[in-house]
């Protein structure tokens, strides 16, 4: 069995709706799953319990539902009729609270990205800057270029979801610690005529696994149980500028998120640490009970 206008479907997502790569073979993986579960035989339905035996988590059951129903509403406008567009639903899925990272453990993490080599110094704390400071995604990271920095005016152009630009504003010390890494360290670890920022040890752009892997060095070196989180650094810079006063607009331009919805989880975040703060700290929590 094959599924149709398979590589008409693909080629939209990539040069029509602008995916990235690392999207796009996301969706593959899904639709090879649904494409081996119906190789059984069996109808549409007993696809979750497929799932289930796959061991994918609710939010991954979710996901794969999801890219499906985008492949299927596609064949629809090419004029084909899909019955599974009706049946596939996706599980309800418990929406957690993301868990921040602190700026206590950002300096402790700072501390820890510093080695003895002063060029890679400055390129793993500015890594970590860009981090927390931008609240960017690490594919964006991976991807800022130096012509994307106007040291002029402090901002930097970051390129998002679905190539969407965005210019994000600098704040003073990741202006001056970029500003220094380019005129006095990233030459000393290019290899090559690379436009890239960032420069891992083997001269090139670094990649995703680089970050993760400089990251769990880090988390180590600072005593953390297990490796933060690249994503930890943008709930922590959406958090921590929230509980600052800053508007949503405003943390929604910066993070690029296309709806101001996904955004608000961050409100959830402040209020269950404000509902914290008071239990521990306010007067009336202190209070004895007379009858005990």
């Not at 933060?228 to 709930?235: A, C, G, L, S, Y």
């Not at 959830?268 to 009858?291: F, G, R, W, Y």
Request: aromatic share 8%; hydrophobic share 35%; glycine share 6%.
């Amino acid at each position: 069995m094959e599924l149709p206008l398979w590589i008409d479907f693909f080629d939209e997502l990539q040069n029509v709706r602008g995916r990235s790569q690392n999207t796009v073979m996301a969706y593959r993986r899904d639709l090879e799953l649904y494409l081996e579960y119906r190789k059984t035989g069996k109808t549409v339905p007993g696809f979750y319990e497929f799932m289930k035996k796959n061991k994918l988590s609710t939010r991954s059951q979710a996901r794969v539902i999801s890219s499906l129903r985008t492949y299927f509403k596609f064949c629809e406008t090419r004029g084909m009729k899909c019955p599974e567009l009706r049946e596939l639903r996706p599980p309800k899925v418990k929406v957690g609270l993301p868990k921040v990272l602190t700026p206590q453990e950002f300096q402790q993490l700072f501390d820890a990205a510093e080695v003895p080599d002063a060029v890679k110094t400055a390129r793993n704390q500015l890594t970590l800057l860009f981090l927390y400071g931008l609240g960017c995604r690490v594919s964006e990271l991976i991807g800022l270029n130096v012509v994307d920095f106007n040291q002029t005016d402090r901002w930097i152009k970051v390129l998002g979801k679905g190539n969407k630009e965005r210019l994000v504003p600098l704040t003073e010390k990741l202006a001056e610690n970029l500003t220094v890494y380019l005129k006095e360290h990233r030459m000393a670890l290019v290899k090559e005529n690379s436009p890239s920022i960032l420069i891992n040890d083997r001269g090139h752009r670094p990649s995703r696994v680089d970050v993760w892997r400089w990251l769990a060095a880090w988390s180590a070196r600072a005593g953390f149980a297990e490796p933060v989180n690249p994503h930890r650094f943008r709930h922590g810079c959406a958090t921590a500028l929230l509980e600052s006063g800053a508007d949503l607009r405003s943390i929604q331009m910066l993070l690029g998120h296309a709806s101001i919805q996904t955004t608000q989880i961050y409100t959830n975040v402040t209020t269950n640490t404000m509902t914290k703060t008071i239990e521990e700290h306010h007067p009336l929590s202190q209070m004895v009970d007379a009858d005990k």
